[in-house]
């Protein structure tokens, strides 16, 4: 018998015992940043050499930097929308 | 589903395929009764929750909401519940899929994606917390913290300056319509600036439609971008001194923008009731009738940009990098002895705001040495000169910390500029669950004081030396002695870290530990 968090983690274990171990792996479905914290994990993606994401889905969110002020931010977007 | 927060490389790897280790967590069941009453809302039941349980000590726990007053509340205002649960230092919040999720998704014209999802009959929790809804009052979370919580009529009367409704928390259409529906032929007070910010372009669409958006214009709202925005202090700021009451999440000091502004966490019908007044007001006085659930949403995805990557045969999109996107800093390896200095003592409860602020500094997010420019910025504006001249001077900067140190945003900046700088270990009482992460992930050690009243006999500038380190840590050491140097004196900090943990410390952090050599 399992609450619903303990369904959702059993089907997604690839490490650990949750009843044993202090930690646990899970395997990851979708992921999502917005684009003050994104550009960064992007960059790391970029520096692993895998050339396409390996995950189910993958977005990109833009409702963090829309003031613009200067040009770093339009330039984060562009870089965003480019590595798609 | 369940959403976790992660550091940026830790999405890095998930999207390379690599698994995501969380400490294997305990779930605590939070029994929903009763139904709310008229003038209260989501908001109120997530500080309810808060109030209980503050945004320290719930490391490694899961709140699963169960119970016969869960078909109460909607899909929205389930997502303000367990949005604003991260506040608690959660791994996650998790509501069961049932029917009244199915009927959301046949109103997005997904129908065929619903699964039922709930505990099983006999299903167990780790802790189980009551709260009656009917029960609620409006709540407030007050100055600087989330889990800060009084109630609205504590505060009634109260002047306030500025009124900004919107953010991940509270931006549905329920959300913005309810507010409308206050805000109806009236108009917000005459010395109160009020912002609303849509969730959505498709929220905004609905409101113009229902003649909402008309009502707030002519209330007097500003209507704002759908965006973070005010939040993250990117707009808005407040006055000097100012009394603010916003329906997003986090008020940690000086996050609005303006230092000296008081924030307060309510919800849209306290927002909306204390607009009409300039004052607090207590939204059951005069409340409104409870928006029903859609029966179809108006879709629009126009804005999404599916994926482009270059594959055989089609050429991708070129990479495009201004200026002001640098090279991702490399970690060091740890040193066999770490010859080290406090570079700053912090107290409790210190965020990932007052680490790594945010507002005017965001845009520098994608450049590392500019960014940690404002490492402790609201705290300490000469923390960069002072880690670089001990850098120069061949000593690993330390930050000494009180209880649940990192607290708040994911941003990993807090541990990614620190690194850059030669911050190599922290010392504090206890430390919040993604921040931690975030630290090993750029190979800076997250030790905690054995003792808790040894931090009181640590001073900013000691001289902390930590002899055989890496081979402490090498061997899963559980402890390892600190010598402070300049009181000679020693104490133990705790460290017991995961294999893999270890791993990445001493490699000075995920990327050196595996990024291809170029």
């Not at chain 2, 997005?108 to 609620?136: C, M, N, P, T």
């Not at chain 2, 979370?141 to 009529?153: C, D, E, L, Y």
């Amino acid at each position: 018998m399992m609450n619903v968090a303990q369904k959702i983690l059993a089907s997604h274990v690839v490490e650990g015992d949750p009843r044993r171990d202090s930690e646990i792996a899970i395997r990851i479905d979708q992921t999502l940043t917005q684009d003050a914290t994104g550009t960064m994990a992007y960059l790391q993606f970029e520096s692993m050499g895998v050339p396409r994401v390996k995950n189910e889905l993958a977005v990109s969110y833009v409702d963090h930097n829309t003031v613009q002020i200067g040009f770093e931010n339009a330039d984060d977007h562009d870089f965003l929308a480019s590595i798609r | 589903m369940v959403a976790i927060g992660a550091g940026g490389i830790d999405i890095a790897v998930a999207m390379a395929g690599g698994a995501f280790h969380i400490p294997s967590p305990k779930v605590r069941g939070i029994r929903l009764v009763g139904k709310l009453p008229k003038g209260c809302s989501a908001k109120d039941v997530i500080l309810k929750v808060l109030e209980k349980f503050g945004t320290k000590g719930n490391v490694g726990w899961i709140f699963e909401y169960f119970g016969p007053g869960v078909k109460t509340l909607d899909v929205p205002s389930r997502a303000t519940i367990t949005n604003m649960g991260a506040e608690l230092g959660v791994t996650t919040s998790v509501f069961p899929s049932d029917a009244v999720t199915r009927q959301f998704l046949a109103a997005q014209g997904r129908e065929a994606d619903w699964v039922e999802l709930v505990a099983d009959k006999g299903a167990s929790y780790d802790d189980v917390f009551e709260v009656d809804l009917s029960k609620i009052e409006p709540l407030m979370a007050a100055p600087h913290s989330p889990g800060n919580i009084v109630t609205v009529r504590s505060m009634k009367g109260r002047k306030v300056n500025q009124i900004l409704i919107g953010s991940c928390t509270n931006s549905s259409y329920r959300d913005i319509r309810t507010v409308a529906l206050y805000l109806e032929g009236r108009h917000v007070a005459d010395d109160v600036e009020v912002g609303i910010a849509c969730g959505s372009r498709q929220v905004v669409n609905m409101l113009a439609a229902d003649g909402s958006l008309a009502i707030l214009v002519q209330a007097g709202c500003r209507i704002l971008e759908n965006a973070c925005g005010f939040c993250i202090g990117a707009h808005m700021s407040p006055r000097t001194g100012a009394i603010s009451l916003r329906t997003n999440n986090r008020n940690f000091e000086g996050r609005s923008g303006t230092k000296s502004a008081q924030v307060y966490l309510v919800s849209p019908e306290t927002a909306a009731a204390s607009a009409l007044a300039g004052k607090v007001v207590d939204p059951r006085e005069a409340p409104v009738a409870a928006v029903p659930a859609p029966k179809a949403f108006p879709i629009d995805d126009e804005m999404f940009l599916y994926r482009k990557t270059a594959r055989k045969g089609v050429r991708g999109t070129e990479i495009v990098r201004g200026p002001n996107i640098a090279q991702v800093p490399a970690g060091a390896p740890l040193p066999a002895d770490l010859a080290g200095i406090a570079a700053i003592k912090v107290g409790d409860k210190i965020t990932t705001d007052h680490i790594m602020p945010a507002g005017a500094r965001l845009k520098y997010r994608s450049n590392v040495p500019e960014y940690a420019k404002y490492v402790f910025e609201p705290v300490d504006s000469a923390f960069h000169d002072r880690c670089l001249a001990n850098k120069a001077d061949g000593l690993a900067n330390v930050i000494v910390a009180g209880e649940s140190y990192g607290q708040g945003s994911s941003r990993e900046h807090a541990a990614l500029c620190p690194m850059y700088l030669g911050v190599r270990a922290v010392i504090a009482k206890s430390i919040e669950r993604i921040h931690n992460a975030n630290l090993v992930n750029f190979g800076i050690a997250p030790l905690r004081f054995a003792d808790p009243a040894d931090y009181d006999r640590v001073d900013a500038g000691d001289k902390l030396s930590i002899p055989g380190l890496r081979a402490a840590l090498e061997k899963g050491a559980e402890r390892v002695t600190v010598e402070n140097l300049t009181k000679k004196t020693t104490f133990e900090v705790l460290a017991g870290f995961s294999p893999r943990q270890i791993k990445l410390i001493l490699a000075g952090g995920l990327l050196a530990a595996t990024a291809p050599k170029k």
